[in-house]
């Protein structure tokens, strides 16, 4: 029988990066955010962020395209998000996301660092982080992923 561990750090800004994500409504989104990976057969270890963007550390199915996956999350959880009345200020997710692979040596370390964002972005915006992770991952910057 096949085997497959596809753990991937997924993040998504929403658009313009705005704060429009309520703190008291955060536990519901991440709720629907688990039940949409569910969905497709994902396990998510840790799903977490701020008003402006989300971090999940999530083992993908080894039949599901990551596009496939963040489509299918942005999509239905921003259609939730509206219908919810819970983000009023919401207009939708941004068009880029970042996602990287995971050794499962380094889960629990990549999910302290999902379970802190809170206090993390206390000292540090959400642009230099992304820009950090994305050096850390040996990746080019590119502008396009603040859309």
Known sequence: MSRVSQIMHIVINTKSRRMVIPEAACR????????????????VYRVNGIGNHLHLLVDIHATVRL??????????????????????????????????????????????YI?????????????EELKEIISLANMEWDDRLLT
């Open 28 to 43: 519901k989104l991440y709720a629907v955010v688990v039940g949409l990976m569910k969905e497709k057969r994902c396990f």
């Open 67 to 112: 596009d496939e996956l963040v489509r299918h999350l942005k999509q239905n959880s921003s259609l939730w998000m509206r219908r919810s009345g819970l983000f009023p200020d919401f207009e939708c997710w941004g068009r880029e996301y970042f996602a990287v692979s995971v050794s499962p040596t380094a889960r629990e370390s990549v999910m302290r």
């Open 115 to 127: 379970s802190n964002q809170k206090s993390h972005h206390l000292c540090k915006p959400f642009e």
